[in-house]
């Protein structure tokens, strides 16, 4: 077993015993438990030269598995890239005060949301703004995150944005000045008042105490160039859960010590908790059943009526030049399984599980 696998395996019933468990979180504890192990059933395979078989444990699939999402990154950075624009992008991060945590944990899908509405509004109100892009089509998408660097609870989002977008008519792309693309005042104090609105709508602004309204929030923008950087970094995070195996350095059966880094310091540290503290810091990030965490908006949008080789078009129009932008070939997927004994690439036959056959060949 993974390391993290051992620890909730170790302590599942206990930490049901005596904590609160939501449906969601008794699916991800069973998941997690059960992933690649003969509970979660087992694939026979079968080589066509040979006739020898094969059994491989399945996987839980679970989105908050340390172990089942780690191959697919990749494959999303590449889908990212096809769409990469040649102009400067930006990565924009949206924060909620320490204050409206709990209401948060509470009402998990309706705060998340009110988030992503409040920020995706308040992106593109700013970049109409002719101040700063004034375009009326922007192009960005959305990531949440609901963990910090100790995996404790600090929900936000970052957006990689476009530095740019497309005027009324669609006719002509217009560019941010250099290296700016919105002021991180504006953009704190509109994202503060559509997310009041936002919590205003679900019914929860009663709950909200009226200090959150009157202190800063904190929000960032900064550029990252062609947005490859931004993209990669990104990329670890779209299918990572708040912690991986990796990072945990020692596990003694009651104690779990993970390393983690401070921002703006490349000094690895530890932390080191309670196996039960570790898997409710764990399960507060799991995320609402079918909640939608990776977010596309404007010309990025699937619907969007405007095509990406359109809008190339139009830049290559500005600024009479565009890059090869496209990656030469798609990340290798996972090599096929192949015979012990002959090396053939072994066809799969059926799934068991609980001793039955449930799915097979034809």
């Not at 769409?83 to 400067?88: G, N």
């Not at 899908?109 to 922007?138: H, I, N, P, W």
């Not at 700016?180 to 503060?192: E, G, I, Q, W």
């Amino acid at each position: 077993m993974k390391l993290i696998q051992q620890i909730f395996h170790d302590h599942a019933q206990e930490y049901r015993a005596k904590h609160y468990v939501s449906w969601q979180q008794h699916k991800v504890l069973d998941a997690i438990c059960k992933c690649r192990t003969p509970d979660a059933g087992q694939h026979i395979f079968v080589c066509p030269d040979c006739n020898e078989s094969h059994t491989a444990n399945s996987s839980c699939g679970n989105r908050h598995c340390p172990i089942c999402q780690n191959d697919k990154a990749a494959d999303w950075v590449y889908r990212q890239q096809l769409k990469e624009l040649p102009c400067t992008y930006f990565l924009t991060t949206f924060t909620v005060p320490r204050e409206l945590h709990r209401i948060a944990r509470s009402n998990p899908e309706k705060v998340y949301r009110a988030m992503f509405d409040a920020s995706a509004q308040t992106l593109k109100a700013l970049e109409a703004d002719k101040r700063f892009v004034g375009c009326t089509l922007s192009g960005f998408f959305g990531i949440l995150h609901t963990w910090g660097r100790q995996i404790q609870y600090h929900p936000h989002i970052h957006y990689v944005v476009a530095g740019g977008g497309l005027t009324d008519d669609r006719g002509k792309w217009v560019a941010p000045r250099g290296d700016f693309l919105v002021h991180v005042r504006a953009l704190s104090a509109l994202y503060k008042g559509k997310f009041r609105a936002e919590l205003a709508r679900h019914g929860l602004l009663e709950k909200v105490c009226a200090s959150v309204w009157n202190k800063d929030w904190v929000v960032h923008c900064k550029s990252v160039g062609s947005g490859q950087s931004a993209l990669k970094y990104l990329g670890a995070y779209v299918f990572r859960v708040a912690i991986s195996n990796a990072r945990i350095v020692g596990y003694d059966g009651k104690r779990v010590t993970f390393k983690y880094y401070k921002v703006g310091s490349r000094r690895a540290r530890t932390c080191t908790l309670d196996a039960l503290e570790f898997i409710r810091r764990y399960l507060q990030h799991v995320l609402p059943r079918g909640f939608v965490k990776v977010r596309h908006y404007g010309f990025l949008h699937a619907k969007c009526s405007v095509s990406i080789e359109q809008i190339r078009e139009l830049i290559r129009k500005v600024c009479d030049k565009l890059r090869k932008l496209l990656p030469p070939e798609p990340p290798e997927k996972l090599k096929p399984l192949t015979c012990p004994s002959c090396s053939a690439i072994m066809k799969w036959k059926c799934l068991i599980i609980g001793g039955r056959r449930v799915v097979s060949s034809p």
